[in-house]
């Protein structure tokens, strides 16, 4: 392996840098990598454990969900109290 500092000049042709010492190629255009649209903008812990929050909330009040002292359990399949005597 050459030990190239890559101070030497640089041809630059078709999205691709290359050193003219040791021949190391450097791409420079990344436009077929890049998704379509802006990006994201980070967000923080709190941000998302306010979003998580608020779906889980929603969840329950469009009633998939039945909260009992049990636990989360889906409305479905939370099992039916049967009466202790008949």
Excluded at 12 to 18: I, P, T, W, Y
Excluded at 58 to 63: E, H, M, Q, R, S
Excluded at 74 to 86: I, L, Q, V
Aim: charged letters at 25%; one cysteine or more; proline letters at 6%.
């Amino acid at each position: 392996m050459v030990n190239c500092q890559h101070n030497a000049a640089w041809r630059h042709a078709n999205g691709v840098s290359q050193c003219t010492r040791c021949g190391a190629r450097r791409f420079t255009d990344y436009g077929a990598l890049r998704p379509d649209g802006l990006p994201q903008p980070a967000r923080t812990r709190r941000q998302l454990l306010v979003e998580r929050d608020k779906a889980a909330a929603l969840i329950i009040a469009k009633g998939h969900y039945r909260v009992s002292h049990w636990g989360f359990s889906r409305a479905d399949s939370a099992p039916k109290a049967e009466p202790a005597f008949s």
